[in-house]
């Protein structure tokens, strides 16, 4: 069920994770060598310009008010939160009177080896001269400041040319930082005011700002003036590569604890503070809604509930998809293709008229195609291919949250999905709202998504009780909606545990459950997926909340098993 908990605001995204075929919720030197093989001469000149890698101090350790420092470009300002709770940070102002370019450091992360990371993409259509800015680093004295240098490419011919790459070679998977050129036109930036809730303590939390509003006429929106290879990311500090179990069904997974917040202040309950600028896009595809009343859909897995784990023979998934059917329910959410999905699952469903959110997992790195674990995915589903059951398709389910994907690697996935089979309906993937927010993954998604798909789980907020799991999801999905230009949003789990223990003011229990799931239900039920069908004794049962077993709730939605 749910995994690592990073950062989500408090209207904001909790997180919500899970682990294939088990679901749970799991600068070295300088590249002065650029691409010489298009015959180009490289001269470099040196611009030095103000230090931009400032690091404010950490928010006070207690969930008050925190401090920020104010920075000299509307860059996103990297906030550490030592502990858990409720971290509120502080709307800042920054008016530029000039256009101003600097090297802004971003972090991205990478496996152990070598990578080309940075650098300038510039498109020749002819022999030409190209001289461009590009952002490297430079340490003296024990400092670090980012700096932009320029250089200059005779090259001979039309094609692609990579400028001034940085290679780094790190030993272990690990966040490095990439410089790139960044150009600020005048105008008042402004990072609103943030509501944060923490769950892991030393988290970094970054604050962007809002579009600018020009200080003239003359002024257009913010540009970079150059493109870097790979676009960087932001990525929590204390994000790292998990673990990769092993897909054998019969294994428990391991699942992080919930550090329990026990002092937070006040919440706030204005979500607009949390809401980026939305991604133009087109408008997208827009799912079929659930009945009145219900449940859009309920999360399925076909394992055994019992300790052992194991997958269930075809009679039992019929079994448990005609009870789903009995009870009103239309829709069903899948998250990949294992224990026989397709051939058992799907025949339950053909057979008893229910509809299916189809899923591809990635549950390790390699974010691509290329994996085998999902070019099996979706090569099974391309043989299967039985489009009148499918209402929907998700690509990743918190793929990026767990650092399995970075949002480039999730984007381009999904396309190809999109190419590789002839589904004509919408697709999209399930992430936390936290990660919806960020700029770098909305820029990024957004374009290639019909709807925004994203995981909001109540109980995970200490401030929330099981009567207001409905207002608390409902403000997740407001959030949501506003992200993709066009691309309305869709919760594609929450629910309740029926037992474990309790995280600040969110109390698990059988009576609890049928509030919140009845509370839920009542707000948005036919744009929700209640998580889940069953209570699963395979999962791990002794994390901080111990609930991890006990999310079943087929006897509140009226499900006779």
């Given at each position: 069920m749910k995994a690592t908990l990073a950062v989500a605001a408090l209207a904001a995204g909790v997180s919500a994770g899970s682990v294939h075929h088990r679901h749970i919720h799991a600068h070295a030197k300088k590249g002065y060598e650029a691409e010489d093989?298009?015959?180009?001469?490289?001269?470099?000149?040196?611009?030095?310009?103000?230090?931009?890698?400032?690091?404010?101090?950490?928010?006070?350790?207690?969930?008050?008010?925190?401090?920020?420092?104010?920075?000299?470009?509307?860059?996103?300002?990297?906030?550490?939160?030592?502990?858990?709770?409720?971290?509120?940070?502080?709307?800042?102002?920054?008016?530029?009177?000039?256009?101003?370019?600097?090297?802004?450091?971003?972090?991205?992360?990478?496996?152990?080896?070598?990578?080309?990371?940075?650098?300038v993409t510039t498109v020749v259509t002819t022999a030409t001269t190209v001289v461009c800015p590009y952002a490297t680093v430079s340490t003296s004295e024990g400092v670090t400041t980012?700096?932009?240098?320029?250089?200059?490419?005779?090259?001979?011919?039309?094609?692609t040319y990579t400028i001034a790459p940085t290679t780094t070679t790190v030993t272990e998977d690990t966040t490095v930082t990439i410089p790139s050129v960044t150009s600020y036109p005048a105008g008042t930036y402004t990072q609103p005011e943030v509501v944060t809730t923490v769950y892991e303590t030393s988290t970094v939390v970054y604050c962007p700002f809002d579009i600018p509003t020009p200080s003239s006429s003359s002024v257009e929106t913010y540009v970079a003036e150059t493109t870097p290879v790979e676009t960087p990311v932001y990525v929590p500090e204390t994000t790292s590569t998990p673990v990769v179990e092993t897909p054998i069904v019969e294994t428990p997974v391991e699942v992080p604890t919930y550090p329990v917040t026990t002092s937070v202040p006040e919440p706030s309950t204005t979500s607009s503070k949390h809401t980026p600028k939305p991604t133009q896009g087109s408008p997208g595809k827009t799912p079929a809604k659930g009945t009145p009343g219900k449940p859009w859909a309920v999360t399925y897995t076909p394992y055994q509930t019992t300790p052992g784990g194991g997958c269930k023979s075809q009679g039992e998934v019929n079994s448990d998809i005609a009870a789903i059917a009995a009870a009103g329910v239309t829709t069903i959410r899948v998250y990949s293709t294992d224990c026989s999905t397709l051939e058992f699952v799907g025949g339950a469903c053909e057979a008893h008229g229910i509809k299916m959110i189809l899923g591809i997992y990635v549950d390790e790195p390699g974010c691509d195609a290329g994996n085998p674990s999902v070019t099996e995915q979706i090569s099974s589903i391309k043989?299967?291919?039985?489009?009148?059951?499918?209402?929907?398709?998700?690509?990743?389910?918190?793929?990026?949250?767990?650092?399995?994907?970075?949002?480039?690697?999730?984007?381009?996935?999904?396309?190809?999905?999109?190419?590789?089979?002839?589904?004509?309906?919408?697709?999209?993937?399930?992430?936390?709202?936290?990660?919806?927010?960020?700029?770098?993954?909305?820029?990024?998604?957004?374009?290639?998504?019909?709807?925004?798909?994203?995981?909001?789980?109540?109980?995970f907020n200490t401030e929330t009780t099981a009567d207001q799991a409905g207002q608390f999801v409902k403000g997740q999905l407001d959030i949501i909606d506003n992200i993709c230009a066009g691309k309305e949003g869709r919760v594609m789990e929450t629910g309740w545990p029926n037992a474990g223990q309790a995280l600040g003011l969110a109390v698990p229990g059988a009576s609890q459950q049928a509030v919140a799931i009845k509370s839920i239900v009542k707000e948005l039920g036919d744009k929700a997926v209640i998580f889940s069908l069953t209570s699963d004794a395979w999962k791990d049962g002794n994390t901080q909340c111990q609930c991890e077993q006990h999310w079943g709730c087929a006897s509140v939605l009226g499900i006779n098993m």
């Open positions: 093989t298009c015959g180009c001469t490289t001269v470099y000149s040196t611009y030095y310009g103000e230090p931009t890698l400032i690091f404010p101090p950490a928010p006070s350790p207690e969930p008050t008010t925190a401090s920020s420092t104010q920075v000299v470009v509307p860059t996103p300002i990297p906030q550490t939160c030592p502990t858990t709770g409720v971290y509120t940070f502080p709307a800042t102002t920054i008016t530029l009177t000039d256009s101003t370019t600097v090297a802004v450091p971003y972090t991205t992360s990478v496996p152990a080896g070598t990578h080309t990371l940075g650098g980012s700096v932009i240098e320029s250089t200059t490419y005779v090259c001979p011919s039309a094609g043989a299967w291919g039985k489009w009148n059951l499918v209402s929907l398709i998700t690509v990743g389910n918190e793929a990026v949250l767990h650092g399995f994907c970075t949002p480039s690697e999730l984007a381009g996935l999904i396309s190809t999905t999109k190419e590789q089979l002839s589904y004509t309906g919408p697709y999209s993937t399930a992430e936390t709202v936290n990660i919806w927010q960020q700029e770098e993954f909305s820029s990024l998604v957004c374009p290639v998504v019909d709807f925004v798909g994203a995981n909001a789980h109540a109980f």
